[in-house]
Nanobody
Framework: QVQLMESGGGLVQAGGSLRVSCVVS????????MGWFRQAPGKEREFVTA???????DSADSVKGRFTTSRDNAKNTVYLQMNNLKAEERTVYYC???????????????????WGQGTQVTVSS
């Protein structure tokens, strides 16, 4: 059974930084596309960034230059580094795994097979 577990969320001041981790269990990470999404109450889940098995990355325009993702296949872990956080980015962040090697669906919720439970990021203004 594949499970994803995020950690590292918390409280940070606007302009600050936070790193969130996602550990995958039950399956080797190395061939999976891994994505990060966020969802505010009453809104749809929103693509943030993704990393392919070959470490190609892509990010939403709203976070480019501030958020990055990386992976450590030996640890079966993916990271989301968030810099210069804004108050409006206070929400729950989710990691997701696409067990195929697709890249074309990286920005869509339906492009992923497994999801973590989410971690809360609170940004104070």
């Amino acid at each position: 059974q594949v499970q994803l577990m995020e950690s590292g969320g918390g409280l940070v001041q606007a302009g600050g930084s936070l790193r969130v981790s996602c550990v995958v269990s039950g399956r080797p990470l190395r061939l999976s596309t891994m994505g990060w999404f966020r969802q505010a109450p009453g809104k749809e889940r929103e693509f943030v960034t993704a990393i392919s098995w070959s470490t190609t990355t892509d990010s939403a325009d709203s976070v480019k230059g501030r958020f990055t993702t990386s992976r450590d296949n030996a640890k079966n872990t993916v990271y989301l580094q968030m810099n210069n956080l804004k108050a409006e980015e206070r929400t729950v962040y989710y990691c997701a795994a696409d067990i195929s090697t697709r890249w074309t669906t990286r920005g869509t919720v339906n492009g992923y097979d497994y999801w973590g439970q989410g971690t809360q990021v609170t940004v104070s203004s």
